[in-house]
């Protein structure tokens, strides 16, 4: 039984209340949005950043050999150059680097090499996309001291996903960061780089 005197909301009130959620919605929606977006940037920051560490890595304990003089070469007895190891999450979204040269292999090589590299099979954080793209390793020696050369190796990565986001051109480890994530590059880049010597997991 209802109680005299008892009074609930009215319209006006219900009006303001309604008002001022949809003002806070309207500041929180998109704070969330850019919180989340700068999240998968740095995500993607991150995985780019693990892909090059791998690279150095296996590069460091030779289990990398790349394609020199018409046949497989560990790392640590390349001449100095530029080598390439394309990175390729999946066949579907992987072009292929011209099978017929044996230096150059195959997409399915690519990603079982990529496969290797990251056992954990590094994604986009955008979406979870496939990946694609290489790290570029260049080595080179300096003989100014006959009795003590000094190899100096520079690593640099590019890397994009099948939604068009990723980097515009190849980047060093110092410049894997949230600002230079595009989420609409114009063209996902391949990763195939031709002239290139290849490389891929022993």
């Known amino acids: 039984m209802k109680k005299l005197g008892q009074k609930g909301f009215t319209l006006i009130e219900l009006l303001a ?7 806070l919605l309207l500041v929180a929606i998109p704070a969330v949005s850019r919180t989340i977006e700068n999240s998968r940037r740095d995500t993607f920051a991150t995985v780019a950043s693990e892909y090059l560490n791998a690279v150095r890595n296996a590069v460091l304990a030779d289990n990398v050999e790349c394609y020199t003089a018409s046949r497989w070469t560990i790392a640590s ?65 300096s003989n100014t001291d006959p009795n003590n050369p000094k190899t100096t190796t520079t690593y640099k990565i590019l890397l994009n996903d099948t939604g068009k986001h990723g980097f515009n051109g190849e980047k060093e480890a110092s410049d894997l960061k949230r600002a230079n994530v595009l989420t609409n590059l114009g063209s996902v880049q391949s990763n195939v780089k031709t002239g290139s010597t290849y490389c891929k997991v022993r």
């Open 17 to 23: 209340v309604i008002t001022i959620m949809g003002i």
């Open 77 to 141: 007895a390349i001449p100095d150059g530029t080598y390439y190891f394309p990175i390729c999450t999946s066949a579907s979204s992987c072009l292929d680097s011209k099978a017929s040269d044996p230096g150059k292999f195959d997409k399915t090589a690519i990603v079982s090499s990529t496969k290797e590299l990251m056992e954990s099979g590094g994604r986009s954080s955008f979406g979870n996309a496939e990946l694609e793209g290489y790290v570029t390793w260049t080595k080179t020696t």
